[in-house]
T-cell receptor, first 112, second 114 residues
Framework: NAGVTQTPKFQVLKTGQSMTLQCAQD?????MYWYRQDPGMGLRLIYY???????DKGEVPNGYNVSRLNKREFSLRLESAAPSQTSVYFC???????????FGSGTRLTVV | DQQVKQNSPSLSVQEGRISILNCDYT??????FLWYKKYPAEGPTFLIS?????DKNEDGRFTVFLNKSAKHLSLHIVPSQPGDSAVYFC?????????????FGQGTTLQVKP
């Protein structure tokens, strides 16, 4: 099925561990985004890639890095996880802005 | 500083009635507004949008109204159905679509009772 695929769906990390969240889209979209959702905070932009080969910081980039591996894939890396990074992470992509994002189903990350 | 605010965390309406979800914003540079719907354990899905040059956009049972002078937008769902029960997020962009970056509100949980 066409769409945005995120892996893993769930993850528990210990403080200080690292991990990479994977995101892939098969809709030939140019722009991709990583958001985190926290209770009472809505969704906040971590990093985005407006086009292949470019990445930029969003609203809450500290503690994260990203890689736009190719047009399809956009990964988010936590180098040294902290409990404050416990959240639900969503990847999204768009073809043209008028149609809104297509979101993945999310990765629920717990850092203990 | 919350630039997009949804001040009602929850709303409960009867099936068949109108649901009105509200959203306020502070940045006068916002030029495009969107509503997303989210079910538990799923990603948000795009619902409807409106450009700042319009004051109304309609799509089936869903209508979004924009009042720029009041910096307020609302989503009307008529008639409401139990399947509309979800979390609704409003979002805004200030960059004319050049980057696609959005600022989201906190969300409003809508419950439609049969």
């Amino acid at each position: 099925n066409a769409g945005v695929t995120q892996t893993p769906k769930f993850q528990v990390l210990k403080t200080g561990q690292s991990m990479t969240l994977q995101c892939a889209q098969d809709m030939n979209h140019n722009s991709m985004y990583w958001y985190r959702q926290d209770p009472g905070m809505g969704l906040r932009l971590i990093y985005y890639s407006a086009s292949e080969g470019t990445t930029d910081k969003g609203e809450v980039p500290n503690g994260y890095n990203v890689s736009r591996l190719n047009k399809r894939e956009f990964s988010l890396r936590l180098e040294s996880a902290a409990p404050s990074q416990t959240s639900v992470y969503f990847c999204a992509s768009i073809l043209t802005f008028d149609y809104g994002y297509t979101f993945g189903s999310g990765t629920r990350l717990t850092v203990v | 500083d919350q630039q997009v605010k949804q001040n009602s965390p929850s709303l409960s309406v009867q099936e068949g009635r109108i649901s009105i979800l509200n959203c306020d914003y502070t940045n006068s540079m916002f030029d495009y507004f969107l509503w997303y719907k989210k079910y538990p354990a799923e990603g948000p899905t795009f619902l409807i949008s409106i450009s700042s040059i319009k004051d109304k956009n309609e799509d089936g049972r869903f209508t979004v109204f924009l009042n720029k002078s009041a910096k307020h937008l609302s989503l009307h769902i008529v008639p409401s159905q139990p399947g509309d029960s979800a979390v609704y997020f409003c979002a805004a962009s200030a960059e004319n679509g050049n980057t696609g970056k959005l600022i989201f509100g906190q969300g409003t949980t809508l419950q439609v009772k049969p």
